[in-house]
């Protein structure tokens, strides 16, 4: 835990929720000195509280570009039902810039592709991410069913399209990115990136079995432009094997069980690395894109390359060497830290903050507001 970090949770305790006009705050570099309160609670304050929002994961995305930024907050599985008093797993927050409204069912974003007539279940899909995937100017979202705790998989991955207010509608059921049927994806986290730099935004999921006895292969899922992708995770070169393959294993190229889903350029050279984080004794990942003789992207494992022909800084290097991995004998042993704290930017403020307010091994939990008070 980051010094600040550390810092904050202990100011928390005791702080009064009082607002203060947004433009006194945080709006241009203030130093930050040892002992300086950092951030303030403001769930009551904001409206957190009596929306009674309970969850695992928050995901931050700004649905209406109106430069607020909105919350989902979602528990581990399982559906809304959207009848008074049902049960929810999902709250879609939209942030008016004073505070939060759950607008999880009117945004329609849970919105079932074969509903029964009559029926007020919403989407099942725990495992999500934001990004203008139709190149429209609004941000869409892509969700998948993480099948690990023994919901009934009813639904399968979705691209839900956003019309520019905040309202959703699914987006085409062609296409490799849903598994539907006989072959469901496993995702433990997805990031949206264009790696190949063509102007779609193509999507990087991560795999994680769970209860599985061995791991599945990672995908990078091309995008068409129309909030549909096509696998093409073999033909760009991010091939692992199975743990059967001892070889593979004692290589860092079987497959492994991800926790996180990174993309982001790590070398500057223009082109956004892949990486797959892993927990316990599995590897992480990092896949390292070049160019074939034709100009297409493709990937390299940049553990099982050495390291001085990887290509990348020294730093780069060992970071992504791996302990040799061994098979695991026992249960996985937590969640990692997947979403578990966001960046909110509640107003004009630089750094507010949601979290948790309980351990990633709990029930769902509720969502603290914090608001940076400098
Ligand atoms: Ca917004
Ligand atoms: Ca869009
Ligand atoms: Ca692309
Ligand atoms: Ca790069």
Known sequence: MGRPFAILFVLLVGCPPVEEPLEDRCVSDVPWAPGTPVFRDATDAWGMTDLNVLGHQINVTDLEGDGFADLIVHTEGGHDDFVEGGERVTWVLRNTGAGFEDVTESSNFRVRRDPAPGETWGRQGTIMASADVDNDGDVDVYTAHWAWNGFEQTDWSETVLNDGTGHFELGPAEGDHRREGENPTRPASVAFTDYDRDGLVDLWLVQNGFLDPYPD?????????????????????????PWTNIGALNQAMGHTWGWAATACDLDDDGLPELMAASYGRTPNQLWHPGRDEEGRVVFTNA???????????????????????RPRTSAPRGFGTRKATACVSAGPAKADCARFAGSLYSPPMTVVLLRCSL
């Open 217 to 241: 292969p990672d995908i990078l899922f091309e995008g068409r432009g129309d909030g549909s992708f096509r696998d093409v995770t073999a033909r760009r070169g991010i091939e692992t094997l």
């Open 303 to 325: 553990w099982s390359r050495s390291t001085t022909s990887v290509g990348m800084p020294e730093t780069l290097r060992n970071s992504a060497t791996v302990p040799v991995p």
